[in-house]
């Protein structure tokens, strides 16, 4: 599980490391991992530009350069301020070999040491005319610690800021670099330990892996297991009008580990269902999770039944309308930025801009889990819980596949898992599902369901890789 902290718990935890180990040695251990992946990551016949802001974060940069030059390489430093710079660092990089210039050029690899942890997001003057020559030059960009002028703490982008290929981070992911359009211009994101890991608090924020098998085993079925016992979800999807959300919906269950699936609906649609996936029961029973809302009916009526079922339920879609004053912690809403946006009677551009606060807004308002699809889809329980999927791919974005994901949920809380842990893996794994449907472009949602259950048994057999991972 990859973690992510809060700025002041990461300084806490630097200031319980530098007791015992100094902030030399953070320092110096910092540099060793940063200079390891300067030198795998930049080709030696190039020259790497550092960008060089003030502090430690500038420090840690310069030092790199210095042990790049000392290895035989080249490197140009361009200096935002002079006047303030880590001095020691800079003599030591200029000593090595390092060239002083006015700024960047030609250059096709960058090292973004502008600003750390503790500068606000957005930037001016000089540091802004550089992050224009990265948006005009796309060089191929190295963020230290963080890309300057992200929110560190909840991913905004509110001004001209870096935007990287790869960021290195030390001791532990910050939530700026997994979340929002600040996530999004992270790039890849290297975690490398520099000894705080004993002193972090609890981590704000969370994300699936593809070694987290171990978290799931009880979705695989011992030898005695029946289909009861696996789990029964329950389907009120679909519509005349939207017909082909209710098989999606059918599809993506169908994938994931539940024993059986029941489907609520209009005869004929009921029928058609049946007729394309005769495994399906249609009519009511006892379940043990409700799925509603996709492509369905504009009705009060499927979520008041649901709920009155006592199960977990997903709600999304038409669904979403209808939402009592307060739910339950067991039950998860499954909005897009639009969806979110009229709930919460904001814009939609204000969801877009700051999704981690609008998602823990809407879970704290109707005592509900809440995953909120996107580019980084998240999942945020009442309880201050916090998943970031880094798995996908923009294809995605395509009719359909919500309907799919929302299936594929339900059938993961009629096994057994919480909102929380069914939320994120069934969003880690449509998104693993996604890139594997993309390997010829485009795809249809059905698709995406064609490969959830085979993303799902490599996962849990640890055979998965970091495909789709972002």
């Known amino acids: 599980m990859l973690t992510a902290h809060r700025v002041a718990g990461i300084r806490a935890a630097e200031e319980a490391a530098a007791a015992s180990a100094g902030w030399d040695g953070l320092m110096q251990r910092a540099v060793a991992e940063l200079t390891e992946v300067l030198v795998g990551v930049v ?7 550092v960008l060089v802001g003030p502090g430690n974060n500038g420090g840690d940069a310069l030092f790199a350069a210095a042990a790049l030059c000392r290895r035989g390489r080249r490197v140009d430093l361009a200096l935002l301020d002079r006047g303030h710079v880590h001095e020691a660092g800079l003599a030591d990089a200029l000593a090595a ?11 096709a690899y960058a090292v973004d040491a502008i600003f750390g942890i503790g500068a606000r997001p957005g930037l001016e003057g000089r540091a802004a005319e550089w992050a224009r020559w990265v948006e005009d030059r796309r060089p191929f960009v190295v963020a230290v610690d963080v890309p300057s002028g992200i929110g560190v703490d909840d991913g905004a982008r509110p001004g001209v800021s870096i935007a990287a290929d790869l960021t290195v981070t030390f001791g532990t992911a910050k939530v700026g670099l997994l979340v929002g359009r600040g996530g999004l211009a992270s790039g890849r994101v290297l975690v490398r330990d520099i000894g705080l890991t004993p002193h972090l608090p609890a981590p704000a924020a969370e994300a699936l892996e593809a070694g987290d098998a171990d978290r799931y085993r009880s979705l695989v079925p011992g030898p005695e297991t029946h289909k009861y016992e696996r789990g029964v979800v329950g389907i009120e999807a679909g519509s005349p009008e939207y017909a082909g959300a209710a098989h999606l919906c059918v599809a993506g269950a169908q994938a994931g580990p539940a024993g059986m699936v029941r489907f609520v609906g209009e005869a004929d649609l ?13 009519g009511r029973g006892r379940v043990q999770a409700w799925v509603v809302g996709p492509g369905g009916e504009d009705s009060p009526a499927p979520l008041a039944a649901a709920l009155a079922d006592g199960v977990p339920v997903v709600v999304d879609a038409s669904a979403l309308g209808h939402l009592p004053e307060r739910l339950r912690p067991d039950v998860l809403l499954t909005p897009h930025a639009g969806e979110l946006a009229r709930l919460l009677d904001v814009e939609r551009a ?9 998602a823990r807004r809407a879970a704290e308002r109707w005592n509900a889990t809440v995953l909120l699809k996107g580019p980084r889809t998240l999942v945020v329980s009442p309880d201050g819980r916090v998943r970031v999927n880094l798995s996908g791919t923009p294809w995605l ?4 596949a919500g309907d799919v994901l929302a299936g594929f949920i339900g059938s993961l809380l009629a096994a057994g898992l919480d909102t929380v842990e069914a939320g994120s893996l069934g969003a880690f794994l449509h998104g693993v599902a996604g890139v594997r449907a993309a390997q010829g472009g485009p795809f249809p949602a059905h698709a995406v369901a064609d490969h959830l259950s085979g993303a799902l048994h490599d996962f849990l057999e640890g055979v998965l890789d970091d495909e789709g991972t972002r």
């Open 397 to 400: 974005g395509t009719a359909g």
């Open 350 to 358: 204000d969801v877009e801009g700051d999704p981690l606060g609008h």
């Open 270 to 282: 009921a029928a058609r269902v049946v007729d394309r996936a005769p495994e399906v029961v249609a």
């Open 97 to 107: 070999g390092a060239r002083l210039v006015d700024g960047p050029g030609e250059h």
């Open 43 to 49: 080709p030696e016949t190039s020259v790497p530009v």
